[in-house]
Structure formats: structure tokens, C-alpha cells
């Protein structure tokens, strides 16, 4: 019998993450994702799912180095960029694009993560009317990020507030863009083709596209005592409340928790609470209102309400918050091309046929002229 979605389907075996949804659990090549994104930076994340341990000093400072090395776009590439910016195209667009020119030059794992960044960031800025900005070899992945984003050096607090983000969305087992990646992988196909797929598929808004809905929600009530009625009327309506509710999670998802804590030390750090403090206080009130008119649903905050805090306040405007998200999930899904090339069968699953049997073949001309003589 045919299973819709391949829901509770198992189609690989990993060891890159682990996602219980029921206990509300996510573990990254044996981390708890707090204790990781926290703590490492993304060089170091990026180097446990590819190699399976963290890396010592000496490999650490020579993977660095490998990445900056290689962060420059080939003319053809930033060319490219420059067309989606002056046509304006959808930023998940223009990574898609721009990603498979990264082939004229490499096919590397390295090259891959080591450019998506520079071309969000020249996407960007282009598209404000602003030259982009060469990236730096003696700063870090986030950090050259920023710099390359903005201009200016950025400040250790805010570089840590990315970091913990890039950390905690690197990979969440099977999802969607990560099976795409490896089916890909599996036809024997090249890594930059596999990362292309998985861009088009992160692009849909039913797997990358909700946390700009789920900021602009609380902008839209902009007060705590306006809470209450403005959610209710969401939901008397049928409305999904953005940033609450998983397919997989069904207590609060553990990504949530890390990207609130850091959310908070960077609104704290900044001196103004106040979105922060409104964010807060939407959320219990969604949590109250959805057990309320869906007992038993278990409808807790998701990963996307505390990105979209967390991006926001970082500067980050909505349009770049799944090319964000993309930055990230990029190392993870070379992960899973890895895992797949290392044991690979071809990814080919059955269909049930539920069309029609026994029709017989009539000539155009015959039909014409049957339907001629009716």
C-alpha cells in the first residue's frame, strides 16, 4: 500500500543527526544541538559532519584556511548575480543560479560552502544598489559573512548570535531538501547538481519559507495586550499561526530553545528588549489559545518563530532569511552526499499505479470523423 509523503518511511541510515520528535530531541554526530550550537564555531560543525569528529588544532587552522581561500566568485559567476539583482529575481533564485556556475571552476565540497556566502551577500547588496564587498581570508565563516554583508568589522556578540544559528539548522535528518540531495546523489550525479536540487527544494514554503510570516505575526499585533484577540481571530479563521506546529515535533522543537537563549543575549546585549519581550509573551499566549481550540494537537513553538527573532536581530531583512538558512544546511547536505556516495544504491522507490486498464488505441483521424458523424 502506497504511503503519502513517505510518511514513516525509512530510507537511509546516518549518523549525522538524530531527531526524536516525541521527546523533543535533536542530536548532531552525537551532540545535543544546544551543546554544539552554542559552543563551536561553523568551521568546526561543518568539519564533525563531514569527518565524523572535531577537528584538532592543526586541522581546524588549515580547514580555515582552505575556506577563505576560496571564497572569491569567478567572473562568470558574479556576473550572473548581477543579472538576477538587476532582474530582481527571488533571492533563492539567484543562489540557485548562481551555485551551479561554481561548477565552471570546482566541484569541491570546500568551494561549495566556502562561496554560498559570498554570493548571498553580493545578491544582497547588489540588489540595494551597493557594490559588493571582496570577502576577507583572516575572518571567520560568519564573520566574513557579516563583513561582506555590511562593510564594517562586526562585533563578537553578533557573531556568535550567527553562529549559534548557522549551528543549529546544519541538518535535521531526512527532511526534504536533504532526501532531494541524496536521490540526486544517488544517480551517480555531480555534488554541485545534488546542492542545486536541494536549493530548489528548500525554496518551497512548505520546508524553508515560513520564518518571515512568523516575524511579521508579532509585528502585526505589536502589543501584548493586543495578543489574545488577534490570535483567536487567526484561529476562529482557519489560520495557520506561523512558528508553531512541526510535522515531526510534537512537543516544543529543541531548536526553539537554543535560537531563544541566543536571541536573548543578543537583544539584551543591544539594549532594547522590547521585540524581544513581545515576542515572548505572543508566544505563551499562542501556546494558551492552540491547546485551548486543538487539545490533545500539541502545538508548540518550531524552529522558524525564534529564526525570524534571532535574524531580525541580527539586521537581516526577511527576503534573506532562507538563503540564510540555506548558508547553513549547505554543509549538511554535502554531509548526506558524503554518506550516500560512501554506500550508494540507487534511490528508487515504487509507485501504485491507480489509473485506468484495457483502453484501446484509436487513430486521431477516427476520432475526428466518429465525433464528425455524431
Avoid at 566556502?114 to 548571498?120: F, K, L
Wanted: glycine letters at 8%.
Amino acid at each position: 500500500m502506497a504511503t503519502q509523503g513517505l510518511e514513516g518511511v525509512v530510507a537511509a541510515t546516518t549518523r549525522l543527526s538524530e531527531v526524536d520528535g516525541e521527546r523533543g530531541e535533536l542530536i548532531i554526530s552525537g551532540f545535543p544541538v544546544g551543546e554544539l550550537a552554542a559552543n563551536a564555531t561553523f568551521e568546526e560543525t561543518t568539519w564533525l559532519l563531514w569527518n565524523g569528529d572535531l577537528p584538532t588544532r592543526s586541522q581546524l587552522d588549515g580547514f580555515r584556511a582552505e575556506l577563505a581561500g576560496q571564497r572569491t566568485l569567478a567572473a562568470p559567476t558574479i556576473s550572473l548575480v548581477r543579472e538576477c539583482a538587476r532582474a530582481a529575481v527571488d533571492p533563492m533564485d539567484a543562489l540557485r543560479m548562481a551555485v551551479d556556475t561554481i561548477s565552471l571552476e570546482s566541484n569541491q565540497a570546500s568551494a561549495i560552502v566556502a562561496r554560498v556566502p559570498t554570493i548571498v551577500a553580493a545578491f544582497w547588496r547588489l540588489c540595494k544598489g551597493l557594490e559588493p564587498i571582496e570577502p576577507k581570508t583572516d575572518l571567520g565563516h560568519a564573520a566574513n559573512f557579516l563583513y561582506m554583508l555590511e562593510g564594517n568589522a562586526p562585533d563578537a556578540e553578533r557573531v556568535r548570535a550567527l553562529e549559534t544559528y548557522l549551528n543549529t539548522v546544519v541538518d535535521h535528518g531526512l527532511n526534504a531538501s536533504t532526501f532531494a540531495c541524496r536521490v540526486i546523489t544517488s544517480t551517480g550525479s555531480d555534488l554541485v547538481s545534488a546542492i542545486v536540487g536541494a536549493i530548489g527544494a528548500l525554496k518551497g514554503p512548505l520546508h524553508g519559507g515560513a520564518p518571515g510570516p512568523a516575524l511579521q505575526m508579532v509585528f502585526d499585533i505589536g502589543d501584548a495586550a493586543n495578543a489574545e484577540d488577534f490570535l483567536r481571530t487567526k484561529i476562529e479563521a482557519g489560520e495557520r499561526l506561523m512558528g508553531f506546529g512541526h510535522r515531526v515535533y510534537k512537543v516544543r522543537d529543541p531548536r526553539a530553545d537554543v535560537l531563544a537563549v541566543a536571541a536573548e543575549r543578543l537583544f539584551t546585549r543591544a539594549g532594547d528588549m522590547k521585540l524581544y519581550t513581545l515576542a515572548r509573551s505572543v508566544e505563551a499566549t499562542a501556546i494558551r489559545l492552540l491547546e485551548e481550540y486543538k487539545p490533545g494537537r500539541r502545538l508548540q513553538t518550531n524552529v522558524e518563530f525564534y529564526t525570524a527573532l534571532l535574524l531580525h536581530g541580527l539586521g537581516f531583512e526577511v527576503p534573506l532569511f532562507t538563503p540564510v538558512f540555506a548558508m547553513s544546511r549547505v554543509s549538511g547536505w554535502i554531509a548526506h552526499a558524503f554518506e550516500q556516495r560512501a554506500a550508494n544504491r540507487l534511490i528508487r522507490p515504487q509507485s501504485e499505479y491507480t489509473g485506468p486498464h484495457g483502453r484501446k488505441w484509436t487513430p486521431v483521424d477516427k476520432s475526428v470523423e466518429a465525433s464528425a458523424r455524431k
